[in-house]
T-cell receptor, first 114, second 116 residues
Framework: DTGVSQNPRHKITKRGQNVTFRCDPI?????LYWYRQTLGQGPEFLTY????????KSRLLSDRFSAERPKGSFSTLEIQRTEQGDSAMYLC????????????FGQGTRLTVV | AQTVTQSQPEMSVQEAETVTLSCTYDTSESDYYLFWYKQPPSRQMILVIRQEAYKQQNATENRFSVNFQKAAKSFSLKISDSQLGDAAMYFC?????????????FGKGTKLTVNP
């Protein structure tokens, strides 16, 4: 399968713990996005990478959140000292500079903080 | 900042019938892209149809078509001959023109139920 892959699919963690999610984009896509989706809402933009450079971050991305994309391939999103309000679906998407067909999404990682 | 509004939290349609989902948006830009995405339960979001703002012709993809009214900032999705597999959350999304992050701004979604 050459689509966007996210791992894990589900994560349950205790409040205060750190979690890390991984996204493998479509191989030829140089743009990678992270979105957060809470129940009953549409996805909200968190951050964007072009190759390995993180070029934009939303104000939603507090200091406890950090994202990386080493070598412009896969990306990781880490949340430190998780809070119950972090419970959400975290979506990764990728696109090509030449692609005007929107972005291709992964299946998401559902985080539950207890 | 751009905003997208979907005023119908839920819609239902009988199989084989036609349904229209509404979307309005706010922007000061003259060139942009609009999308409809489908998110089936527990499955990934997939692109249904897209529209470039500079094109006056409404986009069509098989049973899916849009009614794009640029002056009114309206972008509705019409699903013809509805099928059980069309049941999903549908999200309208806005994207700035080429350049910048090209991030998507989504509405809150419309849950579509298809009744047999």
């Amino acid at each position: 399968d050459t689509g966007v892959s996210q791992n894990p699919r589900h994560k349950i963690t205790k409040r205060g713990q750190n979690v890390t999610f991984r996204c493998d984009p479509i191989s030829e896509h140089n743009r990678l996005y992270w979105y957060r989706q809470t129940l009953g809402q549409g996805p909200e933009f968190l951050t964007y990478f072009q190759n390995e450079a993180q070029l934009e971050k939303s104000r939603l991305l507090s200091d406890r959140f950090s994202a990386e994309r080493p070598k412009g391939s896969f990306s990781t999103l880490e949340i430190q000292r998780t809070e119950q309000g972090d419970s959400a679906m975290y979506l990764c998407a990728s696109s090509s500079r030449l692609n005007n067909h929107g972005a291709f999404f992964g299946q998401g990682t559902r985080l539950t903080v207890v | 900042a751009q905003t997208v509004t979907q005023s119908q939290p839920e819609m239902s349609v009988q199989e084989a019938e036609t349904v229209t989902l509404s979307c309005t948006y706010d922007t000061s830009e003259s060139d942009y892209y609009l999308f409809w995405y489908k998110q089936p339960p527990s499955r990934q979001m997939i692109l249904v149809i897209r529209q470039e703002a500079y094109k006056q012709q409404n986009a069509t993809e098989n049973r899916f078509s849009v009614n794009f009214q640029k002056a009114a900032k309206s972008f509705s999705l019409k699903i013809s001959d509805s099928q059980l597999g069309d049941a999903a959350m549908y999200f309208c999304a806005y994207r700035s023109p080429v350049g910048g992050s090209e991030k998507l701004v989504f509405g809150k979604g419309t849950k579509l139920t298809v009744n047999p």
